[in-house]
């Protein structure tokens, strides 16, 4: 049975046939949300150095982050799947929320023990975390929102 969508011809898989699916390339984001206190600081400035350079953010204080993980690839001929999205989901639990929900950045992890927790440190680290844990180069992007109008985009280079 075949059907029509605005973007073209697609194929209904009815128990075992391949999915022609007419996109070669697709990208699936999920989302996530957790919880961290941190503060900017680094250890070989002064205090008055570290205020001058990180402002009210040398302070202790907190984010409610969301993470979008967004994974790029062909989808599998049967499922239409890019990655089952449980996958997805059991890395970021394992990887993110158990290294960083409800952590102080600073003292309960051993990430930024030199570097301060900017957003751009903190997204970077989490794509590197992401992007050994899943399949080999399937991780296409993170974007880590700090807030409601600030997030920062890690981006692989060869998508």
């Known amino acids: 049975m075949e059907s029509w969508c605005r973007w073209g011809r697609y194929g209904r898989s009815t128990g075992g046939e391949e999915f022609p699916g007419v996109f070669s390339m697709l990208r699936v984001t999920r989302s996530i949300h957790f919880s961290t206190s941190l503060r900017y600081w680094l250890g070989d400035l002064s205090e008055q150095e570290n ?13 409610n982050y969301r993470l979008e ?3 790029q690839g062909e989808p599998d001929a049967l499922t239409g799947m890019v990655i089952n999205l449980a996958q997805i989901k059991e890395v970021a639990e394992r990887e993110i929320m158990g290294r960083f929900d409800h952590k102080d950045l600073n003292h309960d ?9 900017t957003p751009e440190n903190f ?23 700090q807030s409601s109008d600030l997030y920062v985009d890690v981006i692989r280079p060869d998508s």
Do not use: C, M
């Open 51 to 63: 205020r001058k350079r990180f402002g009210q953010d040398a302070d202790r204080h907190g984010h």
């Open 69 to 71: 993980i967004t994974v």
């Open 109 to 117: 992890t051993e990430y930024f023990v030199t570097i301060p927790p």
């Open 123 to 145: 997204a970077s680290l989490i794509f590197r975390l992401l992007d050994e844990a899943l399949p080999e180069g399937l991780l296409n992007r993170v974007r880590l929102h």
